[in-house]
């Protein structure tokens, strides 16, 4: 008898285990530099995870820094998130430095794959430009002080990570564990996972909570379709080849008009290329040197400087295309073979173009009554001072206060109405 109840419990606890749901868990994916689209996505996320109930959000990373706006905007969404946040730094190969090095620091669980790093986070601004020393020791005394506050909430060694921002300190995944900077390292999000089943978390608000996620459902929240195109175009790259696209669409509708297509092809991708850079820190003095490089190409199809405009003008392009983009995280800077691959057409092109349109003003007319003028004609009657030409293949009616014989030559010199002012003139075919 008690052999089958032993048995009828073991099955019941089977069944109510094999019918109790598992628990889920949202996965976001943060590759690339952390931008105001970023911020938004990791926001929307979140929301949608509070919306949903899950067990806990698992934020993967792999960033090279970003902006201090950004950033800040994504550590407020995690910590007022009511689903513990767990940022893993992953796959192995992977960093969290800069910008990345804060956001794991603020997370309930911070995680690493083997062979990733942390740390290096000098703070970037948005507003960009040159930094006087006192400027520069407050943004990075308030970047160390937010840090140290977070990370002493956390449980985590608020001396160590403050050094990440003031001395730029990076760290592997072992020394992050040693010094107690992160909680755990997993090779996968379900080693992780499995790694963190029970384990007791001490949420910001100061709430304790066990986490269950042994076996979990990871659901990806995947990036909107307009998250995906700003996020693509928000690279400082891609953003110059838009701005310079853009640029010559509207040159060629402006020097032919009536073409349309390149007008609006060229205003969109300006437009799209002014709002990267909006997002995005930008130096002055590159600006500038772009302006500068405009005003070369225009002038070199204007005067005669045998090439010199033309390539003042590329490497004003060259140069104001490498510092425009002020931040110290390489990936979020124009590099020179893009700065090349844009600058050498395109001042090639414009130059080209420019001087086909001063040629075509300058030229002259040759159809309607401006096509007469200076043309030679044959006078088909004496013209004393009235009668007869032929011009361009057409009989006119003449006047020239210079008597000519019928078969002289003649030159125009206006049109009045159907009738023109000629005058004598030697003409050798």
Not at 19 to 29: T, Y
Not at 101 to 109: G, P
Request: contains cysteine.
């Amino acid at each position: 008898m008690r052999q089958i109840t032993l048995l009828l419990l073991l099955a019941l606890t089977g069944f109510l285990q094999a019918a109790a749901p598992k628990p889920v868990v949202a996965r976001l994916d943060v590759e690339g530099i952390i931008h105001p689209i970023t911020a938004e996505y990791i926001q929307q996320g979140l929301r949608e995870a509070a919306a949903r109930k899950v067990d806990a959000v698992l934020i993967r990373m792999a960033t090279p820094g970003g902006l201090d706006t950004a950033m800040r905007e994504i550590i407020q969404a995690i910590l007022a998130s009511p689903s513990p946040v767990i940022v893993w730094v992953g796959p192995g190969g992977s960093r969290a430095a800069s910008a990345g090095f804060l956001i794991l620091l603020s997370a309930d669980v911070a995680a690493m794959a083997p062979g990733t790093n942390t740390g290096a986070a000098h703070p970037v601004l948005i507003t960009g430009g040159q930094m006087d020393e006192v400027m520069k020791k407050k943004v990075e005394n308030d970047a160390a002080a937010y840090l140290r506050s977070i990370a002493a909430q956390r449980g985590r060694n608020p001396e160590l990570a403050e050094k990440g921002v003031l001395e730029s300190r990076s760290f592997s995944e072992r020394e992050a564990l040693k010094e107690h900077l992160i909680d755990v390292i997993a090779a996968s999000p379900e080693e992780l996972l499995q790694k963190l089943d029970g384990r007791p978390v001490r949420r910001f608000q100061g709430d304790t909570v066990t986490l269950h996620l042994a076996g979990a459902t990871i659901e990806p929240v995947e990036p909107s379709a307009r998250q995906r195109f700003l996020s693509r175009i928000v690279e400082p790259n891609i953003a110059l080849v838009l701005l310079a696209l853009g640029a010559l669409g509207l040159y060629v509708e402006f020097t032919h008009p009536g073409l349309i297509a390149p007008g609006v092809a060229g205003a969109i991708l300006l437009i799209m290329g002014m709002f990267a850079f909006s997002l995005l820190p930008i130096n002055w003095t590159g600006a500038l040197l772009i302006v500068c490089a405009f005003i070369f190409f225009v002038l070199e199809a204007k005067f005669i400087s045998h090439g010199v405009l033309t390539a003042g003008g590329i490497v004003s392009l060259v140069l104001g295309s490498l510092i425009l983009v002020n931040s110290p995280v390489p990936e979020m800077r124009v590099n020179l073979l893009t700065a090349l691959s844009v600058a050498i057409p395109f001042g090639l092109i414009t130059v080209f173009l420019l001087r086909l349109a001063i040629q075509s003003q300058r030229a002259k007319v040759v159809t309607g009554a401006a096509g007469l003028l200076d043309e030679i004609g044959t006078a088909q009657s004496d013209l004393a001072p009235e009668g007869q030409v032929f011009v361009q293949g057409e009989i006119w009616k003449a006047v020239s206060a210079t008597p000519v014989l019928r078969g002289g030559h003649v030159k125009v010199r206006a049109v009045e109405g159907l009738k023109l002012r000629v005058e004598p003139v030697e003409y050798k075919p």
